[in-house]
């Protein structure tokens, strides 16, 4: 399993940024996936997560409505669009698969960097 | 939301020694608890899933218990590899959520 996560960098507040997940090594189609946020030296938090076929998409409070989660199984990547983006959304994101059960994350991306500064 | 209270924040131990680390949970969340290891600098890896399965290639010192809302993670015998910060994390019901994470320090 290879997860390679791409898009971040700096941000003024309010701006917006893409990030994507290139993903191989596994039947990308069949697993959940999720995007995952650890800010500067703090814990993990679980920002989005979307099923199989999309089924089923999650977002947690802070993010719901100023992010969106997708996934093109044909180009094997997932994707976490950031809108109205704010100092609070500064994080590491990481991409993860969900392969053994949903809410389960057994792989990771090595992470990207997201800033939001004026 | 589901709050989970991992201790000691911080275990001082040598290696070959024993690590036991404990994760609460605010109400009861079955067996549907992770684990999972971050060392600086790196992405958090799973360790133990639904509280005592062992991930693929996961070494067998590495071994969780629990049901309900009290959950162990042990080190049989610390190897200098696993000196890091140990997460707990539950799915068992949105959002998931992670405990403050444990650090296990060289003592």
């Known amino acids: 399993v290879y997860l390679v996560e791409s898009g971040g960098g700096l941000v003024k507040p309010g701006g917006s940024l893409r990030l994507s997940c290139a993903a191989s090594?596994?039947?990308?189609?069949?697993?959940?996936m999720n995007w995952v946020r650890q800010a500067p030296g703090k814990g993990l938090e679980w920002v989005s997560s979307?099923?199989?076929?999309?089924?089923?998409?999650y977002y947690i409070d802070s993010v719901r409505g100023r992010f969106t989660i997708s996934r093109d199984d044909a180009r094997h990547s997932l994707y976490l669009q950031m809108n109205s983006l704010r100092a609070g959304d500064t994080a590491v994101y990481y991409c993860?698969?969900?392969?053994?059960?949903?809410?389960?994350?057994?792989?990771w991306g090595q992470g990207i960097p997201v800033t939001v500064s004026s | 939301e589901i709050v989970l209270t991992q201790f000691p924040a911080t275990l001082s131990l040598s290696p070959g020694e024993r690590a036991t680390l404990s994760c609460r949970a605010s109400?009861?969340?079955?067996?549907?608890l992770a684990w999972y290891q971050q060392k600086p600098g790196q992405a958090p890896r799973l360790l133990i899933y639904?509280?005592?399965n062992r991930a693929t290639g996961i070494p067998a010192r590495f071994s969780g218990s629990g049901s309900g809302t009290d959950f162990t993670l042990t080190i049989s015998s610390l190897e200098p590899e696993d000196f890091a910060v140990y997460y707990c994390?539950?799915?068992?019901?949105?959002?998931?959520?992670f405990g403050q994470g444990t650090k296990v320090e060289i003592k």
């Open positions: 993860a698969t969900s392969g053994y059960s949903h809410g389960i994350a057994d792989n």
């Open positions: 090594g596994f039947t990308f189609s069949t697993y959940s």
């Open positions: 979307i099923s199989s076929r999309s089924e089923y998409i």
């Open positions: 109400q009861s969340i079955s067996s549907y």
């Open positions: 639904e509280a005592s």
């Open positions: 994390q539950q799915r068992s019901k949105w959002p998931w959520t």
